[in-house]
């Protein structure tokens, strides 16, 4: 599957873009702490009830979208996390431990995977489909796979938002993501020249990462949600990235200029 | 239209049936699956469509995996000789050519609910420490290592549209060659979560779900697990396929549809444009019909407005409940089993059929021979897709 990837955002506690992101990692990861995105693209109403999942992976959405010069109205949309919001989940599954079990409304509809995305159409207008999908460790594997045959089937151009949370609660035990963070792509159907992405299925498991950048792999290895930075290190480089999909098959991605 | 996308092998376990032949009958006989029975430490008020105990309990499943979804997926995946149907699949097309895309809402947060009533300083017990289980993807890996899918396995999770939106995204994996096969399912389980989540919006309904009554008072929820093997395989003319699919967003509400049902008359007309399919030419169609106020008003006035009279309308959950997650398999079920059977299901409970719907809600199931069904489903976050299946017996 050729496709190609026409802007990026990015958004995480230590950088607000991809720049600042190569900055703070040359820098040996000092910094300051960002705050939380406005989202002033929600109405003032919603926005006090989004969670802090849908704030980061809109921020990073909208970022894309103006880097591709792209409607965020009119766009597809596949929306990707391991986990996601272990907040919402932890603060739900709290309530149902205690004897009278009270659920807040909004915590409820803010709890279904979907969430960011329900955010993202309503304050873009947007009416076109969109998704949410996970795969566990592979889960920004199971976005490119959803997002890349949406593109080339139906000839539009698509965004990918991939996104996690940091914080401490019983899920860290599970899945130790240290930071927030939310990348984003718009991808749209190779044309015959230009930079590409190149998706396909390899039997075997994916090889052993090559540490290009230790600080980079370093990165990932804290934050797991964070593998779509893999994807961008291989555009950069025109290398190639890839990830398990079973037991016995990867999806490998080979971007290059041709 | 899609020309590639059979569905070789299909089955349903929910409250009406395991089994789909048990489903089909319970339609035919208009017996439903709906209980007032309370569910395990829950007082909340509201009649249920539960899979019984002992069929999900039967299973040995390996403690790594172990949480109620899971056991329900196990059960309905030994029905109707599904997994065999994907054994062969493999055997033709080599184990990493078949792929899995799974539908589930609820995943199997019962499990992470029961482990936070064991929790031991804000951390989770060994019995409970299950990496996967406590994730979205934990029921399409469950089902994907049981079924032996050496092809990529994903999770879609966009609450009650969730397994209608499987189908879409496997016919794109066999259009595009990532796959040659794909198992597509939908597997939601009953659990606190949704009884007080779906009650904290006041949407459960106290007495049995009357979809589209004048007098409806909200949802009964239900469970689910079913599934579907679709083939790019034009050796095959005859036998059921998906003729088309439509996705749409309302960008209006995450938990209320849109007032004019502005996203779900799109998911259904561009479901109809990719069929190569009028209004008039869809001979049954399976509404989402939950039971509140607000889904059958709107669904109803745009369903009015957009099918004839010929049309057969009606709703399904009256026997099965709210399957959520797995509502979209769910009801894409029915209407094959409504093809392959020649009926048309009616609407169970309902007694003063809905002024949105003009009246023309279908109660009693009939004999009906069709050619084409067609089912809606709609999710919190505005999330819409409609399916269109059609085709003869093989």
Same mark, same amino acid.
């Given at each position: 599957?050729?496709?190609?990837?026409?802007?990026?955002?990015?958004?995480?506690?230590?950088?607000?873009?991809?720049?600042?992101?190569?900055?703070?990692?040359?820098?040996?990861?000092?910094?300051?702490?960002?705050?939380?995105?406005?989202?002033? +693209?929600?109405?003032?109403?919603?926005?006090?009830? +989004?969670?802090?999942?849908?704030?980061?992976?809109?921020?990073?959405?909208?970022?894309?979208?103006?880097?591709?010069?792209?409607?965020?109205?009119?766009?597809?949309?596949?929306?990707?996390?391991?986990?996601?919001?272990?907040?919402?989940?932890? #603060?739900?599954?709290?309530?149902?431990?205690?004897?009278?079990?009270?659920?807040?409304?909004?915590?409820?509809?803010?709890?279904?995977?979907?969430?960011?995305?329900?955010?993202?159409?309503?304050?873009?207008?947007?009416?076109?489909?969109?998704?949410?999908?996970?795969?566990?460790?592979?889960?920004?594997?199971?976005?490119? +796979?959803?997002?890349?045959? #949406?593109?080339?089937?139906? #000839?539009?151009?698509?965004?990918?938002?991939?996104?996690?949370?940091?914080?401490?609660?019983?899920?860290?035990?599970?899945?130790?993501?240290?930071?927030?963070?939310?990348?984003?792509?718009?991808?749209? =159907?190779?044309?015959?020249?230009? =930079?590409?992405?190149?998706?396909?299925?390899?039997?075997?498991?994916? =090889?052993?990462?090559?540490?290009?950048?230790?600080?980079? #792999?370093?990165?990932?290895?804290?934050?797991?949600?964070?593998?779509?930075?893999?994807?961008?290190?291989?555009?950069?480089?025109?290398?190639?990235?890839?990830?398990?999909?079973?037991?016995?098959?990867?999806?490998?991605?080979?971007?290059?200029?041709? | 239209?899609?020309? !590639?996308?059979?569905?070789?092998?299909?089955?349903?376990?929910?409250?009406?049936? /395991?089994?789909?032949?048990?489903?089909?009958?319970?339609?035919?006989?208009?017996?439903?699956?709906?209980?007032?029975?309370?569910?395990?430490?829950?007082?909340?008020?509201?009649?249920?469509?539960?899979?019984?105990?002992?069929?999900?309990?039967?299973?040995?499943?390996?403690?790594?995996?172990?949480?109620?979804?899971?056991?329900?997926?196990?059960?309905?995946?030994?029905?109707?000789?599904?997994?065999?149907?994907?054994?062969?699949?493999?055997?033709?097309?080599?184990?990493?050519?078949?792929?899995?895309?799974?539908?589930?809402?609820?995943?199997?947060?019962?499990? /992470?609910?029961?482990?936070?009533?064991?929790?031991?300083?804000?951390?989770?017990?060994?019995?409970?420490?299950?990496?996967?289980?406590?994730?979205?993807?934990? $029921?399409?890996?469950?089902?994907?290592?049981?079924?032996?899918?050496?092809?990529?396995?994903?999770?879609?999770?966009?609450?009650?549209?969730?397994?209608?939106?499987?189908?879409?995204?496997?016919?794109?994996?066999?259009?595009?060659?990532?796959?040659?096969?794909?198992?597509?399912?939908?597997? !939601?389980?009953?659990?606190?979560?949704?009884?007080?989540?779906?009650?904290?919006?006041?949407?459960?309904?106290?007495?049995?779900?009357?979809?589209?009554?004048?007098?409806?008072?909200?949802?009964?929820?239900?469970?689910?697990?079913?599934?579907?093997?679709?083939?790019?395989?034009?050796?095959?003319?005859?036998?059921?396929?998906?003729?088309?699919?439509?996705?749409?967003?309302?960008?209006?509400?995450?938990?209320?549809?849109?007032?004019?049902?502005?996203?779900?008359?799109?998911?259904?007309?561009?479901?109809?444009?990719?069929?190569?399919?009028?209004?008039?030419?869809?001979?049954?169609?399976?509404?989402?019909? $939950?039971?509140?106020?607000?889904?059958?008003?709107?669904?109803?006035?745009?369903?009015? !407005?957009?099918?004839?009279?010929?049309?057969?309308?009606?709703?399904?959950?009256?026997?099965?409940?709210?399957?959520?997650?797995?509502?979209?398999?769910?009801?894409?079920?029915?209407?094959?089993?409504?093809?392959?059977?020649?009926?048309?299901?009616?609407?169970?409970?309902?007694?003063?059929?809905?002024?949105?719907?003009?009246?023309?809600?279908?109660?009693?199931?009939?004999?009906?021979?069709?050619?084409?069904?067609?089912?809606?489903?709609?999710?919190?976050?505005?999330?819409?897709?409609?399916?269109?299946?059609?085709?003869?017996?093989?």
């Amino acid at each position: 599957m050729r496709l190609k990837v026409s802007g990026i955002g990015l958004w995480s506690s230590v950088a607000t873009s991809m720049e600042e992101f190569h900055e703070w990692l040359a820098s040996g990861g000092d910094g300051v702490e960002r705050s939380l995105p406005a989202c002033e +693209m929600i109405p003032a109403a919603e926005r006090r009830r +989004m969670p802090k999942t849908a704030k980061l992976a809109l921020q990073a959405a909208q970022d894309a979208c103006a880097a591709a010069g792209t409607d965020p109205s009119s766009i597809a949309s596949v929306f990707s996390s391991i986990i996601a919001d272990t907040e919402t989940t932890d #603060q739900i599954c709290s309530a149902l431990a205690k004897p009278n079990k009270f659920l807040s409304p909004t915590k409820f509809h803010n709890s279904v995977q979907n969430a960011a995305a329900g955010y993202w159409a309503i304050g873009t207008q947007n009416h076109e489909p969109c998704s949410y999908v996970a795969g566990g460790l592979s889960s920004f594997a199971a976005a490119l +796979m959803e997002l890349g045959t #949406q593109c080339l089937t139906e #000839q539009r151009k698509g965004l990918l938002v991939s996104y996690e949370m940091g914080g401490k609660t019983p899920f860290t035990d599970i899945l130790s993501q240290e930071e927030d963070f939310a990348c984003a792509l718009v991808l749209e =159907p190779a044309a015959n020249s230009g =930079p590409v992405i190149n998706m396909k299925l390899v039997a075997g498991s994916p =090889p052993p990462e090559v540490a290009s950048n230790n600080e980079l #792999q370093n990165y990932i290895n804290k934050n797991p949600g964070a593998a779509g930075l893999e994807l961008f290190a291989a555009m950069a480089t025109g290398g190639s990235c890839g990830w398990p999909v079973s037991a016995t098959s990867w999806l490998e991605v080979s971007c290059s200029d041709a | 239209m899609l020309h !590639d996308c059979h569905i070789t092998a299909y089955t349903l376990t929910c409250a009406s049936g /395991t089994g789909r032949d048990a489903v089909t009958e319970s339609l035919q006989a208009g017996n439903s699956g709906l209980s007032a029975k309370p569910w395990p430490n829950s007082d909340v008020d509201t009649w249920l469509g539960r899979v019984s105990n002992n069929a999900i309990e039967s299973f040995a499943i390996e403690r790594v995996w172990e949480s109620r979804n899971n056991r329900l997926a196990a059960l309905g995946l030994a029905q109707d000789g599904f997994s065999d149907a994907v054994a062969d699949a493999i055997q033709q097309f080599g184990s990493g050519r078949v792929g899995l895309i799974l539908g589930t809402s609820t995943s199997s947060i019962d499990r /992470t609910e029961t482990a936070y009533l064991n929790l031991e300083g804000g951390h989770f017990t060994a019995e409970y420490l299950q990496p996967l289980i406590h994730t979205p993807h934990s $029921t399409a890996a469950f089902v994907q290592s049981q079924l032996g899918i050496g092809g990529p396995a994903i999770t879609v999770s966009t609450a009650c549209s969730s397994s209608a939106k499987a189908f879409a995204s496997g016919a794109r994996w066999l259009e595009n060659g990532l796959v040659d096969a794909v198992v597509i399912g939908g597997v !939601d389980s009953i659990c606190l979560s949704v009884i007080y989540g779906f009650h904290s919006l006041q949407l459960l309904s106290e007495d049995i779900c009357k979809p589209f009554d004048e007098n409806r008072s909200g949802i009964n929820l239900g469970e689910a697990a079913g599934f579907a093997l679709l083939q790019k395989q034009s050796a095959l003319t005859r036998g059921y396929r998906l003729l088309g699919y439509g996705e749409s967003t309302d960008a209006w509400h995450m938990s209320t549809p849109h007032p004019e049902g502005l996203g779900a008359k799109l998911a259904m007309q561009k479901a109809l444009s990719m069929a190569g399919l009028k209004p008039a030419e869809v001979d049954y169609l399976n509404l989402h019909g $939950t039971g509140t106020r607000a889904n059958d008003n709107i669904e109803g006035l745009v369903c009015a !407005d957009l099918f004839p009279e010929h049309t057969t309308i009606s709703a399904t959950k009256g026997w099965t409940g709210h399957t959520l997650g797995a509502a979209g398999i769910t009801e894409a079920i029915i209407c094959l089993e409504a093809l392959r059977n020649g009926f048309a299901p009616g609407t169970l409970n309902t007694e003063e059929p809905s002024t949105a719907l003009e009246r023309r809600l279908s109660r009693a199931t009939k004999t009906q021979a069709m050619n084409t069904a067609m089912t809606n489903s709609f999710g919190f976050g505005g999330n819409n897709c409609s399916l269109i299946f059609g085709g003869q017996p093989q």
